[in-house]
C-alpha cells in the first residue's frame, strides 16, 4: 500500500486553470501507475487520467482529452493533473490512486487501483 495525499484543488473561473499534485509515500512510487478520478455531487466516481509506471504511456476520459495533461516525477514521488480550459462540468472531488498490479483490468476501471487520496475539492463557476 501507498499513502497518498492530493493538493491542489481550488475556485476557479471558467476556463482557468490548475494543477493538481498528488504526492506518494514510500520508495516504491515509480513501480505503481497512476491515476486519477473524480466524483462530482450525486454522481459516480469516474476516470479522468491515468498514467504508466514510467510516464511513457497515459490514458484520458474523452471529455478531458486536450485539455488536461497527466504526469509524473519519480524523483519526487508525484503525480500531477494539469487542468486547463476548465467548465463548469469539471466540478468535482478528484482523487488521485494508485494501481495494484495484481488486480487484472484496464486503468480506467476504478478496481484496479488498491490506493487512494483523500481527494481535493474543484469548484468551476461559470
Known amino acids: 500500500q501507498v499513502q497518498l495525499v492530493e493538493s491542489g484543488g481550488g475556485l476557479v473561473q471558467a476556463g482557468g486553470s490548475l494543477r493538481l499534485s498528488c504526492a506518494a509515500s514510500g520508495r516504491t512510487f515509480s513501480s505503481y501507475g497512476m491515476g486519477w478520478f473524480r466524483q462530482a455531487q450525486g454522481k459516480e466516481r469516474e476516470f479522468v487520467a491515468a498514467i504508466n509506471t514510467s510516464g511513457g504511456t497515459t490514458y484520458y476520459a474523452d471529455s478531458v482529452n486536450g485539455r488536461f495533461t497527466i504526469s509524473r516525477d519519480n524523483a519526487r514521488t508525484t503525480v500531477y493533473l494539469q487542468m486547463n480550459s476548465l467548465k463548469p462540468e469539471d466540478t468535482a472531488v478528484y482523487y488521485c490512486?494508485?494501481?495494484?498490479?495484481?488486480?487484472?483490468?484496464?486503468?480506467?476501471?476504478?478496481?484496479?487501483?488498491?490506493?487512494w487520496g483523500q481527494g481535493t475539492q474543484v469548484t468551476v463557476s461559470s
Open positions: 490512486a494508485a494501481r495494484d498490479l495484481r488486480v487484472a483490468g484496464t486503468y480506467l476501471a476504478p478496481h484496479v487501483y488498491g490506493s
